[in-house]
């Protein structure tokens, strides 16, 4: 049972959250999120994120990481093996894969790398220091007003 919510309400008294509005629709419906490989997504510091994926049985060479705007793609694509034995058990799993990951603005890939079957994918969010909240002086008059970039951590 898939549920609609309507956004409408909140149009009125947001400006600039239609992105944000159009994810959560988007989200609302997908069907079923592919649940291979596995992986984690964790926060390990204010504006560092990590997003780790089980990938046993594949190279660096196999796997493509791939940033463009604000979606993450990892794909992955098994070179065709050699059979030198018959397989009486074939539990590794070698299909090809994509999963998709959005990211929220100024979320960027800062490190990737791939130990003992694990795709670790490094993210940290860089705003830009012109959008990082600012202190606006108000002026009295025909007086030049001043804004200083707040220094906040």
Request: net charge negative; no cysteine; glycine share 8%.
């Amino acid at each position: 049972m898939r549920t609609a919510f309507d956004f409408t309400p909140l149009y009125r008294s947001t400006v600039g959250f239609d992105r944000l509005f159009d994810l959560i629709d988007q989200t609302a419906r997908v069907e079923q999120a592919p649940s291979w490989p596995p992986y984690n997504v964790e926060k390990v510091g204010d504006d560092q994120y990590r997003i780790t994926m089980a990938v046993a049985g594949f190279a660096p060479d196999e796997i493509e990481i791939t940033q463009k705007e604000n979606v993450l793609l990892v794909a992955g694509h098994k070179h065709p093996e050699q059979e030198n034995g018959q397989f009486l058990h074939r539990g590794i799993a070698t299909r090809a894969f994509k999963q998709s990951f959005s990211l929220a603005d100024y979320v960027k890939v800062r490190e990737a790398k791939l130990e003992n079957g694990l795709l670790t994918v490094d993210l940290l969010r860089e705003v830009p220091e012109e959008m990082k909240p600012r202190r606006i002086e108000i002026g009295t008059g025909g007086g030049p007003k001043t804004i200083e970039h707040d220094k906040a951590a």
